[in-house]
């Protein structure tokens, strides 16, 4: 499996070693330079899986970067994490407004930064997972965009949880997926849930669905499964 490459654009050299030191001990591919303009280009060059940004930079400063980085169409889903000093939290705003994914007040210890770009770059993975395109099967379509799910052409209201679940599961046709995977991917992790929630959505779902409401098997022991054409 190929490492994640992080471009960490810092303008103080002890700062800057430590992050290098510790990001590649954990396996990241680390990319660095010490100003915005650079790192800019660095950026657009090597389109990293993730920038680390300090927002107080000589020349274009952080917030700047940012801006820029998420207007353009080739980075703009490259995510961010803006590191700020102490005082600086209203900068944090700013930063967050221009699109940051998240962010880190120095000082902060290498844990505490592999903790969150862990955190951010799975958020990635999983907008990569969860598409908002159309489900057309014969009798259902499902929407997510117009929050829209037809059942034999008539619309049915479903709650955006269960829409989100059902387009998931439809969205992967024959692939198993475990509750508490499900959980994590359409409840959210921050979300206090209990495990037998999922199969309480799914009921209400299968309902919905009628006559369609096989498409969506129970997998004993483990979670559900969305009909497949294959598999
Ligand atoms: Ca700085």
């Known amino acids: 499996m190929k490492n994640d490459r992080i471009v960490v ?24 330079c010490e100003n915005g303009e650079e790192g800019l280009a660095m950026v ?7 920038v680390v940004l300090d927002l107080m930079l000589p020349g274009q400063d952080g917030i700047e970067i940012c801006r820029i980085l998420k207007q353009e169409e080739a980075t703009r889903f490259i995510p961010i994490i803006m590191v700020t000093a102490k005082g600086e939290e209203s900068d944090v705003v700013l930063g967050l407004g221009v699109g940051a994914d998240d962010y880190l007040t ?26 908002s395109d159309r489900v ?16 034999n052409q008539e619309c049915v209201e479903f ?33 206090y849930v209990i495990d037998r929630n999922i199969d309480v959505h799914v009921r209400s779902i299968r309902k919905k669905l009628g006559e369609h409401r096989h498409l969506i098997e129970t997998i004993r022991g483990v979670g559900y499964r969305f009909q497949g054409r294959e598999s």
């Open 9 to 32: 654009i810092e303008d103080e050299p002890d700062i800057l070693e430590v992050m290098r030191y510790n990001l590649t001990r954990e396996g990241y591919d680390v990319l660095s």
């Open 44 to 50: 657009r060059a090597e389109s990293p899986d993730l």
């Open 106 to 131: 120095k000082p902060f210890s290498p844990k505490e930064l592999i903790a969150r770009i862990k955190a951010v770059l799975r958020r990635g993975k999983l907008k990569e997972e969860l598409t």
């Open 136 to 151: 057309t099967l014969p009798g259902l379509t499902i929407d997510p965009q117009r929050h829209e799910v037809k059942v």
């Open 159 to 191: 709650t955006a949880t269960e829409l989100r679940l059902l387009h998931f599961l439809a969205s992967h046709p024959g692939r198993v997926f475990a509750r508490d995977h499900l959980l994590g991917r359409i409840i959210g992790e921050g979300a």
